[in-house]
């Protein structure tokens, strides 16, 4: 997901390129503004990447702690009651769309309701644009993100062993 914002924010700095060169500001600001919501997303998929390879790697590391008596995850105690949430995303181009899930967030420690705002916006504006599949997509990957079902913590560890 982020190579592919990657390649789009590169092909939208030579587009801003060739729009200086035409001499059109109006153009030119369409561009710019597209390329700094990229860059926004782009910055919110590699924290998320983050994000799931820190908690994946430290609930494997402490995965029997958790099950006994609870650990500490950033400041944060989880155990057998701690929920998490997980949104689905979509973006689409063309032909092809393209549906993932991002990573869990723990449902009282992370703003939760900012991070579904966020991936519902990246959906409605990069998941429409794939014909037949992309509206359908989006709809779905809108519909599992705004009524997301907590996770319980065993769910979410056997899903992490398994990768």
């Known amino acids: 997901m982020t190579n592919l914002l990657l390649v789009f924010f590169i092909f939208l700095g030579s587009s801003f390129y060739f729009s200086l060169e035409?001499?059109?500001?109006?153009?030119?600001?369409?561009?710019?503004?597209?390329?700094?919501?990229?860059?926004?997303?782009?910055?919110?998929?590699?924290?998320?990447?983050?994000?799931?390879?820190?908690?994946?790697?430290?609930?494997?590391?402490?995965?029997?702690?958790?099950?006994?008596?609870?650990?500490?995850?950033?400041?944060?105690?989880?155990?057998?009651?701690?929920?998490?949430i997980r949104?689905?995303?979509?973006?689409?181009?063309?032909?092809?769309?393209?549906?993932?899930?991002?990573s869990y967030y723990i449902k009282e420690y992370h703003p939760t309701p900012l991070i579904a705002i966020l991936f519902i916006g990246f959906t409605l504006i990069f998941g429409l644009w794939a014909v037949p599949k992309g509206p359908f997509n989006t709809f779905l990957a809108l519909s599992n993100t705004i009524f997301a079902k907590p996770h319980n913590i065993y769910d979410v560890t056997r899903e992490i062993r398994s990768m």
């Not at 908690?55 to 029997?64: F, I, P, S, T, V």
């Open 87 to 102: 949104y689905e995303i979509c973006i689409s181009l063309g032909i092809i769309s393209y549906r993932n899930y991002t």
């Open 22 to 84: 035409a001499g059109n500001p109006e153009v030119t600001i369409c561009i710019v503004i597209m390329a700094i919501v990229c860059l926004i997303f782009f910055i919110l998929f590699k924290y998320d990447e983050r994000h799931t390879k820190r908690l994946r790697e430290w609930m494997r590391d402490n995965h029997d702690q958790i099950r006994d008596s609870g650990a500490t995850y950033n400041g944060f105690l989880i155990d057998n009651q701690t929920e998490f």
